[in-house]
């Protein structure tokens, strides 16, 4: 600073001659370490710049020595993540889906793994907590399209629903008033026929004979006598409670003058073999399996 | 230490004292008495305390760790004694911070900083540091001497030899502490051999830092400038409670010993205190205590000791400076004979505080139950409709078995009318009532699912409540929630 001397009376120290209003600036230099520590971080920046990536460039940027990438540096902890869980992750892949189910500890990983990838995969159709939507199915529930054994669910998660794989469930709910089977009107009565399968009310006037007589003649090949359904076509079951589409009049003649035919993607070769087992044993532990 | 500027000072700008200045070495010299063996004493207990209380054994049986005082962060528990505690029960921790702070109050109430003349670790550990460094350098005339003089080889030797040994204190204390953390015996077998994990060492580098650079190093600076404990503490202290004083009515004015002799022959009044200066001499904080209560003051008693054993010298009577109390100043000077109040408002509230305290925390300990169990609800779908039209919740259930041996239970729904319970992955022998094993000293997570058939007529949500019966030894726990509708 300069050359005054200008000595502060309270503190007893120079002062850089400065003054506002009054207040003047005591001259404390930075305590040394202080300032050592900020030559040292300056070092430690030259050191930084050759060692790590630093200076972006047109195209891409400095590399440094150790050639050190962010990419290669998640891909070797994913690997360290697969090697930590592949002790216990052979042992889902070996044991067979009961056996699973019966040994808690075996149980416990299935869930954990299940879930997290289910919310990964799954979720987007099915909900987080696998409750479905319209179109979609409950997990939760007790109906179940194609079979709800942990082998039935096993194999749908595998190969899917009119997913395009060779093994996958085919069935379709044809359309009938689309396609001319039936007329508008004999699409009502078998609707509401329908309807008064699982209980529910149906139209005034409405002939339960003919309804009978036309669901045996178009129905009954896929859904079974009495509308019970068939897990080998992927049929549902027209008797219970539960409605993948909805169960007011309007859907229903939606859904036989158009058809249905929803699509259950197969995961099998997306997801390895032992994941789609733990995620057949969470679906199935969620309650509604058989 | 610097000493006070006031505001008026200040302002008037006619005092030529810096307002700033830069530490001062304390060399506090060695003293005896009462208040030092006190100090020796509890420095002992202290340390010994801290020392050794890792190595100590508690049988609990089989399979769990016997060590007295045990943190096992790695299976979340914490060990003290016959008392051992779980994560959720970490507010035993808050209760024992309650009762800290208002035991530092009743202290602070009764005798003014007594936690940080005698107890504090930093009080403790820089006593003995100073124990060292005075019978390595000497005492403080030698030590004194010693820093003014040029470096001998003598001197550079005693120096080394301090600094080692307080650095094998400092690793000691930070050896200690590790201790606490797992198995003491096989920890320091780990350590010795390297085979310790790297955490241990860290931790142990940290402390022998610590306590090297705050008791060795930075002394009284902790005091005065680290420790907010001063600042609170002059914030709560009263006109009753006692703290080291200089009782001026009877020291001043200072005269020789020759001149108050001389006075008293004459029937005249002469102050006490010789301005021997020996109360600045030995206090760990350089200050003078004659100047009144002050935030320099750890009340650590030393300077009472020096003052006793000079007025013994002098034939006069002791404690011109002692634990008094401005209002006993006051009485004095007023010709009215001395009192003390240790029950008065404030101390009684205290008292009571930590009592009450004190019984909650028992209470709990007594009562915990060694069986419990949470519940959570499935947040979605929070209800399921099945295909017969009955409706079904899920739960997460957690149950904790305190034991330390399994034990087997039985799991009871009360709930919506009609409810049936089935817990995921178990087969139960009687369905409306599953029974499951729970693991000793562990948790035990499992999906519980109630379903019950649909009724219009009930309430959307209803209460469900989950029971859960020890069968070998009646033991009951149990936990609500909501069985819900859509
Ligand atoms: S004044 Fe006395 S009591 Fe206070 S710190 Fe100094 S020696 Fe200890
Ligand atoms: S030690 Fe006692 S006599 Fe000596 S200066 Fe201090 S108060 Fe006075």
């Keep these: ?290 | 230490m610097t000493k006070n500027v006031t505001p008026k000072q200040l302002m008037s700008g006619d005092d030529d004292l810096p307002l700033y200045a830069p530490q001062k070495k304390i060399y506090p010299q060695r003293v005896s008495g009462t208040f030092r063996r006190a100090k020796w004493g509890l420095m002992a207990f202290c340390l010994g305390l801290y020392y050794l209380l890792p190595l100590l054994r508690w049988n609990r049986g089989l399979g769990a760790p016997d060590q007295a005082v045990l943190i096992d962060f790695p299976n979340q528990r914490f060990y003290f004694f016959f008392i051992e505690l779980w994560p959720q029960e970490i507010y035993y921790l808050t209760g024992l911070l309650i009762l800290a702070a208002f035991t530092l109050f009743l202290m602070n109430a009764l005798g003014g900083r007594i936690w940080c003349g005698y107890l504090c670790p930093q009080t403790v550990w820089t006593d003995l540091l100073y124990a060292v460094e005075r019978w390595t350098e000497g005492d403080r005339r030698a030590r004194i001497k010693a820093d003014a003089g040029p470096i001998t080889v003598n001197r550079l030797a005693r120096r080394v030899l301090k600094h080692a040994i307080w650095i094998t204190i400092a690793w000691w204390t930070g050896g200690a502490w590790v201790l606490y953390f797992s198995d003491a015996p096989s920890l320091v077998k780990d350590l010795a051999t390297f085979q310790a994990p790297a955490i241990a060492y860290i931790w142990i580098g940290i402390l022998t830092a610590s306590t090297y650079l705050l008791a060795g190093h930075a002394r009284e600076q902790v005091c005065l400038y680290m420790c907010p404990w001063p600042r609170i503490q002059a914030a709560l202290t009263d006109e009753w409670a006692l703290n080291v004083t200089y009782k001026y009515d009877r020291g001043e004015p200072r005269c020789s010993v020759k001149k108050g002799l001389h006075l008293r022959s004459l029937g005249e009044r002469a102050g006490d205190c010789i301005d021997c200066n020996q109360c600045v001499a030995v206090c760990p904080t350089s200050i003078d205590i004659r100047d009144g209560a002050q935030l320099g003051c750890i009340q650590c008693g030393l300077c009472i000791d020096a003052c006793d054993n000079v007025m013994r010298k002098i034939g006069r009577p002791a404690r011109l400076i002692g634990y008094d109390n401005d209002i006993n100043m006051q009485r004095r000077t007023a010709g009215k004979t001395e009192i003390y109040k240790p029950i008065r408002a404030r101390t009684v509230v205290y008292a009571s505080l930590i009592t009450v305290v004190c019984a909650v925390m028992l209470d709990a300990l007594l009562t915990r139950s060694l069986l419990d169990v949470n519940v959570l609800h499935d947040r979605n779908p929070v209800a399921v409709k099945l295909s017969n039209g009955a409706i079904r919740n899920g739960y997460t259930l957690r149950f904790l078995n305190k034991r330390g041996f399994d034990r087997v239970i039985a799991v009871d729904v009360d709930g919506p009318a009609n409810g049936q319970i089935h817990i995921v992955g178990v087969d139960s022998v009687t369905p409306d009532r599953p029974m499951i094993v729970l693991a000793r000293d562990a948790t035990t997570e499992l999906r519980v699912l109630v379903t019950a058939p649909f009724d219009e007529k009930v309430e959307k949500t209803q209460p469900v409540k989950f029971r859960i019966t020890d069968i070998g030894l009646g033991e009951v726990a149990s936990a609500t929630d909501h069985f819900v509708t859509p």
């Excluded at chain 1, 030559?39 to 930084?48: C, K």
Aim: aromatic share 8%.
């Design chain 1, 1 to 290: 600073m300069s050359a005054h001397n200008d000595i502060d009376r309270v503190s007893g120290r120079l002062t850089t001659g400065h003054e506002w209003d009054g207040i003047k600036e005591l001259n404390t230099p930075l305590p040394r370490w202080w300032v050592l520590t900020f030559y040292a971080t300056i070092i430690w920046a030259f050191g930084y710049w050759v060692v790590y990536p630093a200076w972006p460039l047109v195209s891409g940027y400095t590399t440094g020595v150790l050639h050190t990438t962010n990419r290669a540096a998640v891909t070797a902890n994913l690997a360290q993540l697969e090697a930590l869980r592949g002790e216990k992750m052979k042992a889902l892949g070996t044991a067979s889906l009961a056996d699973i189910e019966k040994d808690p500890a075996l149980l416990t990983l299935a869930r954990a793994r299940g879930k997290a990838v289910f919310g990964d995969n799954c979720a987007p159709c099915h909900g987080s907590g696998a409750a479905g939507a319209k179109g979609y199915p409950n997990l939760n529930d007790d109906d179940w399209l194609w079979g709800g054994s942990l082998d039935q669910i096993m194999q749908t998660i595998q190969f899917g629903a009119r997913s395009g794989h060779a093994k996958t469930h085919e069935g379709q709910m044809l359309a009938f008033g689309k396609d001319g089977v039936l007329k508008p009107d004999e699409i009502v009565t078998v609707a509401n026929y329908v309807r008064s399968l699982s209980g529910l009310s149906t139209r005034n006037g409405f002939d339960a004979a003919k309804g009978e007589k036309i669901f045996a003649e178009n129905c009954v090949a896929c859904h079974g006598d009495g509308g019970k359904g068939n897990q080998v076509m992927g049929a549902p079951n027209l008797t219970d409670k539960i409605w993948l589409y909805g169960s007011d009049e309007a859907t229903l003649i939606e859904t036989i003058s158009q058809g249905r035919s929803g699509v259950m993607p197969a995961w099998e070769g997306r997801l390895d073999p032992a994941t789609i087992k733990a995620m057949a044993v969470y679906v199935h532990s969620l309650g509604g399996g058989k």
